[in-house]
């Protein structure tokens, strides 16, 4: 599975800001504040990176397939490298 470089550079900064916020959750909880509320950002960053990395399942197989229809009359090999011209 290859990623276009632009997309790789949305990937990054996604993780890196669910990053931020896992560690946020993580200093809510250690000072022993608003511990629902850490709970909950570490529900949502779960929740919005398995949503995400489902939907990127689905988008690669679509397009896999895609590329299948597309490709499925393509002929290969010999029939396609027979030559109507005379030999010299």
Known sequence: MSMELPGLRTWIVFYL???????WA???SSQG??????LLLV???IG????T???Q?????ARKEFQRELTKDFVRGTDQ???DRESH
């Not at 800001?17 to 560690?23: A, C, K, M, T, W």
């Not at 919005?48 to 949503?51: E, I, K, L, R, S």
Request: net charge neutral; aromatic share 12%; hydrophobic share 75%.
């Open 17 to 23: 800001i669910s990053f931020v916020v896992l560690l």
């Open 26 to 28: 993580a200093f809510l």
């Open 33 to 38: 504040v608003m511990l629902w509320v850490s």
């Open 43 to 45: 529900i949502i960053i």
């Open 48 to 51: 919005v990176n398995f949503a």
């Open 53 to 55: 990395v489902l939907n």
């Open 57 to 61: 399942i689905k988008v690669h197989a």
């Open 81 to 83: 490298e027979k030559d």
